[in-house]
């Protein structure tokens, strides 16, 4: 909303007042100028460095490093994609329903119900992912008495596996994909469905023709609010999964800080930034970039 | 709300909840079949599938293993609660936590408080472009903002620890409390403003007496998030760390050989503090309901 649509009167600003926000806006625009815009800047030209590690890198400009890492990590991309978009569609099964639920028929408890499912992410995401590799343990608390009475074998495992990986994002990324949908579906006046009813359209017809279609600016904003950052995940990864299910962000995590391989771990960077540019853009375009805080 | 990702979601709920008119309820006959049963008992079924690890670890944060947390029970023991502090690096990486949040909520209130006062409140050339910068910042991947910021700092040869640390939280946060401040701003009343400044106030009496006491709650709620959110970070924090250890760290490194018990205990406490934060919030709510409705 516009500052100038509540119905009070704009004051012609005056002289002094013009630099007014340019002064608050400075110290921190400089902060972000100088450790987020200038870092990516920064990326693209190390992308472009060439030598090995340990260095010293020589500034070529050369874009060989791009292909080099497609080749040799392209799995690793495409693994990333996969498990977000698979993780990503779990989520919004799992919270869809519960949060048409809450949403609709919530009532008083609404806050409270709401509170309930984002206090197990008071906990830090690391200890979360570490008791999810702490139940799922070859001789943990589910495996071990299961194996013990001999319904599975001693050798079955859930830990590094795809499974694993993708179990701990889909937990981990609820919370994203379970607001925006509240809120969406939160917007929708009930009586929009109450007249549905009473123009005899089943129940089923009212979800598929007035509740689902408003929400899809909600689907649409929790996709992108978990694939984003489900796709530059590497800690599930690390934690849960084993090489064979290592992603795009374990990669770049290794090459930078493991390696020393500064050049082609920033060229991975961009190229994941790049592909999150794009749905970043979509979804700017779709609901504006004020509809981030909503 | 110590959650790593969910940054961009967070922001909504406490805005958006608190702005939200009062529940509808829906006429009784809808109330039948589906949303009495299947969809409570399906959410139901859901929240105990979020608080399992929760469970988990708050049970065996009271076992009485050797050092290791390990899948068997051995008893019920208090001595992980009264040895919470045995481990020296686990100390320190809790201290370095604690001044790396400390500091960098500060920082990045009062700055990013300033520029969403700016977003919010004045119409200026460059103001699309900054919150675009904003959005990004938000938008963008973790591991691509860490590696960015590696390859500057490696770039620029700096010397990788707490200040490191301390610069990225920073960044990362000033677009949380902007945006946050931003959202109060936009469209509240500026009359109160005016009035003041025809009273003569100087400009900075006036955002004293009564800007920031309007925008204060805005203010207070993006610091506690960007509290949580320093505090729990991991990988923007690794990729700048260097040699330093926070306590998100150090647990991941203790992962490869299994946790000690204490981090369990450090959990469980974080968690109660949580909980107790969310029952203060509700009953403070639910007073605030009840003297409107005297005062109505």
Not at chain 1, 57 to 86: C, M, P, W
Not at chain 1, 91 to 108: E, N, Q, T
Not at chain 1, 143 to 158: A, F
Not at chain 1, 230 to 235: K, P, T
Request: hydrophobic content about 50%; aromatic content about 12%; some cysteine.
């Amino acid at each position: 909303m516009a500052a100038g649509t509540t119905g009070v009167p704009v004051r012609r600003p005056r002289r002094g007042k013009r630099v007014v926000p340019y002064l608050l806006s400075l110290p921190g625009g400089l902060w972000l100028l100088v450790l987020f815009i200038l870092p990516m800047g920064t990326m693209a030209l190390v992308s472009t460095q060439s030598g090995l590690p340990p260095g010293p890198f020589k500034q070529t400009f050369d874009f060989g490093n791009y292909g080099e890492v497609l080749r040799a990590f392209h799995t690793h991309l495409l693994r990333s994609l996969q498990y977000a978009g698979i993780v990503t569609i779990l989520a919004l099964l799992i919270c869809y329903p519960m949060a048409y639920w809450i949403a609709l028929y919530g009532g008083k408890r609404k806050n409270g119900i709401l509170l309930l499912i984002l206090l197990p992410f008071f906990v830090s995401f690391v200890i979360r992912t570490i008791q999810w590799q702490f139940i799922l343990a070859d001789q943990g608390i589910i495996l071990g008495p299961l194996k013990r009475i001999g319904l599975l074998s001693q050798n079955y495992h859930v830990l590094s596996t795809s499974v694993a990986v993708i179990g701990g994002m889909t937990y981990n990324f609820i919370p994203f994909t379970a607001l925006p949908l509240y809120v969406a579906l939160e917007r929708i006046d009930p009586r929009l469905i109450e007249a549905a009813g009473d123009l005899y359209s089943s129940k089923v017809q009212a979800f598929l023709r007035v509740v689902l279609p408003l929400s899809i600016p909600g689907i649409f904003a929790a996709f992108l609010l978990t694939f984003i950052p489900a796709v530059g995940d590497y800690v599930n990864a690390a934690i849960l999964g084993g090489p064979g299910n290592y992603m795009i962000g374990n990669i770049i995590q290794t090459l930078f800080i493991t390696n020393g391989d500064y050049p082609r771990a920033a060229a991975l960077g961009f190229i994941l930034m790049a592909l999150l540019l794009v749905g970043a853009a979509l979804y700017a375009k779709v609901l504006g970039t004020e509809e981030i805080t909503v | 709300m110590s959650m790593q990702l969910p940054r961009a979601s967070v922001t909504m709920t406490t805005e958006e909840v608190a702005r939200e008119a009062p529940p509808k309820p829906l006429t009784p006959k809808r109330k039948r079949g589906w949303g009495r049963l299947v969809l409570p008992t399906y959410t139901a079924l859901v929240i105990l599938y979020l608080m399992f690890p929760i469970f988990v670890m708050i049970v065996f944060g009271f076992n009485k293993s050797t050092g290791r947390v390990n899948s068997k029970w051995l008893g019920f023991t208090l001595q992980w609660y009264r040895e919470l502090f045995t481990i020296p690096a686990l100390t320190d990486a809790i201290k370095n936590s604690l001044i790396v949040a400390t500091i960098s909520t500060v920082i990045a209130t009062i700055l990013g408080t300033m520029v969403g006062l700016a977003l919010g409140r004045y119409r200026f050339r460059g103001r699309q472009v900054s919150s675009f910068v904003l959005f990004l910042n938000i938008a963008a991947p973790e591991v691509v903002l860490g590696a960015a910021l590696l390859a500057l700092f490696v770039t620029l040869r700096s010397h990788l620890g707490l200040p490191t640390i301390i610069a990225s939280h920073v960044m990362f946060n000033i677009a949380y409390v902007a945006v946050v401040v931003r959202a109060r701003v936009t469209g509240f009343d500026r009359s109160m403003e005016d009035a003041a400044q025809d009273l003569f106030a100087d400009p900075w009496t006036t955002f004293r007496k009564v800007t920031f006491p309007l925008i204060f709650p805005a203010v207070l709620s993006g610091a506690l998030l960007a509290f949580a959110l320093s505090i729990d970070d991991f990988v923007i924090t690794q990729f700048v760390a260097g040699p330093s250890t926070t306590f998100p760290l150090w647990v991941f490194g203790a992962a490869r050989i299994g946790i000690p018990p204490q981090v369990n205990v450090l959990g469980t406490l974080i968690f109660m503090g949580g909980v107790l934060f969310a029952i203060a919030n509700a009953v403070n709510a639910r007073r605030k309901e009840r003297a409107a409705l005297r005062s109505s």
